[in-house]
């Protein structure tokens, strides 16, 4: 059972996760016990039973999670990102320097992304890069990131909607991306801005992703990522990012839109691979994965070794082969270059 002491001091409302034993804090002066008390919807809270998971629809279906009654540009742009013949869909997330500025990995926009783009499904990224560094013939679906105005310099969730729908539209974008900050400071904020594009979204047939669970202090288990994912959805995202925990089945199996998962700081890529996998094997549709992909030290080798893992069901022990491999023969090639340019001298 999801308990919520009362009463609450005045200046902060804790929402007690009992069974995580973690707190998110919600600074918020005007929540003073008498007004949490008249909150009677709250008492009748119980945790969510247990669910299986599928992420393939019933045939003859829409091979897209919640999404068979949309209109046919959503779903025609829904199917660009997450790919009819598996139902997966690899994203390449590079969209990080919208509130860090230069990322490793991330320097030099052109360099990193012309030798991955042949292997993504799909970039999320924010539209300076866009414009300023991707290819217009290439044919990689976009999604845009459409939320900033905040930096690692202050408070993170402190962010709200800052592109237009006019500019997505004529930047041709498969779906939109927003951050929405539950239990973090700015959460009403975040959420009352990804309303507002949600019914933009609609309006315009471009689907909407939720980026939930970012910030330094998120306690990222099963109860609060299914609460972020859940939200979201019940908002009218059409998919959820969201990141890997333990019990990952509980927030899947609540979701009614699919989720993909977000890769998170750099681990090994025997690690990464084996997230990724069981992620789509309890799930999810695939992956939005950023540095576990080009902070690699063979970011082609790991988008390889992914594509593997999310469209073929790969294990993660071979997909780490594929990883090798292509590492092993870029070496390879980097040497012969090396040595074709210093014959040239
Ligand atoms: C956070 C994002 C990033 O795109 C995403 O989290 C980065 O991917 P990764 O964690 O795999 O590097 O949406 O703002």
Redesign the pocket.
């Known amino acids: 059972m999801i308990g919520i002491p009362l009463p609450v001091v005045n200046v902060e409302q804790k929402l007690w996760l009992t069974a995580s034993k973690a707190f998110v804090t919600i600074p918020c002066s005007s929540l003073g016990g008498e007004v949490q008390e008249k909150m009677a919807d709250v008492e009748g809270l119980t945790e969510a039973r247990q669910v299986t998971v599928s992420s393939s629809p019933a045939p003859g279906q829409f091979h897209i999670k919640g999404c068979a009654h949309l209109d046919w540009g959503m779903k025609n742009r829904l199917s660009r990102i997450i790919k009819p013949d598996t139902g997966r869909t690899v994203m390449l ?4 320097g ?2 860090q500025g230069p990322t490793s990995g991330l320097e030099v926009m052109e360099e990193t992304l012309a030798p991955l783009i042949p292997y993504a499904d799909c970039l ?1 990224l924010t539209r300076g890069i866009l414009r300023s560094s991707v290819p217009p013939g290439s044919q990689v679906p976009i999604v845009l ?1 459409v939320s900033g105005g905040n930096s690692i310099l202050s408070e993170l969730s402190n962010e709200t909607w800052n592109v237009s729908v006019e500019d997505c539209i004529r930047l041709n974008v498969a779906g939109m ?1 927003m ?1 929405i900050y539950v239990g973090a400071p700015h959460e009403h904020q975040t959420l009352a801005a990804f309303s507002d594009l949600i019914d933009a979204g609609y309006d315009a047939g471009i689907p909407i992703l939720a ?1 939930t669970a ?1 910030g330094r202090d998120m306690v990222r288990d099963a109860r609060y990522l299914a609460l972020a994912s859940r939200m979201a959805a019940e908002m009218g995202a059409n998919f959820v ?1 969201t ?1 890997y925990c333990e019990d990952f089945p509980r927030v899947t199996g609540t979701c009614p839109v699919p989720i993909v998962m ?5 681990i090994p890529e025997l690690e990464a691979l084996t997230m990724a996998y069981k992620a789509v094997t309890e799930g999810a549709v695939g ?9 690699s030290d063979s970011p082609v080798g790991m988008i390889k070794a992914v594509r593997a893992v999310v469209h073929y069901q790969e294990k993660p022990e071979s997909a780490l082969k594929i990883y090798k491999d292509e590492k092993k023969s870029s070496g390879i090639n980097n040497k012969k270059r090396a040595v074709t340019t210093s014959k040239k001298k």
Do not use: E, L, P, T
């Open positions: 997330a590079v969209d990080h919208y509130f999320m990131r991306a951050s980026v970012v990012k990141y977000a890769g998170g700081k750099k992956v939005d994965m950023g540095r576990n992909i080009f902070q």
